[in-house]
């Protein structure tokens, strides 16, 4: 009996994909919001928090 989380494919932690721009946010970098939207620091800084 054998566990092998670490060889799933797909998800890896401290890299995800931006929702706005889909640019690779590696280093846990992303800016979550409060809506769970997951964003870049350029697109968090851009508009999203400034947004009326
Ligand atoms: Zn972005």
């Given amino acids: 009996m054998t566990f092998r989380n ?12 931006c929702s706005r721009c889909n640019e690779i946010v ?7 919001t409060p809506d769970g939207e997951v964003l ?3 697109c968090a ?3 999203y928090y400034y947004k009326v």
């Fill in 6 to 17: 670490a060889d799933l494919p797909g998800f890896t932690v401290g890299m995800v994909k």
């Fill in 26 to 32: 590696r280093d846990s970098k992303e800016v979550v």
């Fill in 40 to 42: 870049c620091k350029n």
């Fill in 45 to 47: 800084n851009g508009s």
